[in-house]
């Protein structure tokens, strides 16, 4: 007998259907088995999902989020999704993997602010800087190598991210990117933020960084918007601009586009990101029993 599990689909980092980022968002009554999480991610093929479980406080929840391809140790928009759907002003989400307490909040005018673990990235060198403009020239098919002003990763929970800041006269909201060769060719790292200050139009909206994510080793050709890879864009961006302890606006360029605001606290070391969010779908999903749970 199949299990009836409703859903919500919620397009995270906007205030329009089919733009932002999606996530698929269950909240649980009763605890399901990794792999039947696994399916039911696949079967979403959303960049992640949510899995959220009550706990014996009204306001703390056990998170776990899955992409298509593999559990991971967070997801900011899944979270801001999540938040959304809880609809409380504010709720603490518990998760198994690296994040640890996840606090949410829910303004009154729909705004959902989460704060995540920062990771300040640390430098990787010029040989590395030009063995990923060398990758990024082949991957984005471009007539020449492009500048790369910082290539740098943060440490744990953020392990195997990658921060690539490329010229800033490069619009990279117009790279045909190859995920796939990003992947093969940067095995040690299964997701790339590339970034640069944003063109003109843009920065007259008020943006101040600009950035596109892949992480194809987990099954995500492109991130629409990704939260977590904001943890590691604040720090940098904070210091580039030198606007410690303000807020800064940021636009994701992927097709769908999403806004986010982040701000750095050094002295707590987290970063905390502001969204807006929609709900894209409803519905009840038929999950069979499997062999193995």
Known sequence: MSKQLPYTIV????T???LGNPAAVLVLEHPLSNEEMQFIAREFNLSDTAFISPTSEPTVFDMIWYTPGREVSMCGHASVASAYVLDLPHVTFKTRLGAGDVSARKAPDGTVSIEFPAGDPISLGEETKARVAETLRRACKLDAVPKINFVGEPADPFKGYLLIHVDDD???ASLHVDSGCLAAELPDHFLQIITNAPPAHLKEQGKQFV???FAGAAGV????VCGSAHCILTPYWTKVLGQEGRELAAKQV????GDLWV???TAKSRVTIKG???????GVLNVPKLTSS
């Open 221 to 224: 050709i492109e991130d629409p």
């Open 211 to 213: 950035s596109r994510v």
């Open 170 to 172: 490069l619009d990279i």
């Open 254 to 257: 992927s097709a769908r586009s």
């Open 11 to 14: 397009d995270a980092f906007t």
């Open 263 to 265: 701000e750095w606290n």
């Open 276 to 282: 807006k969010a929609v709900t894209a779908a409803t």
């Open 16 to 18: 329009q259907v089919f």
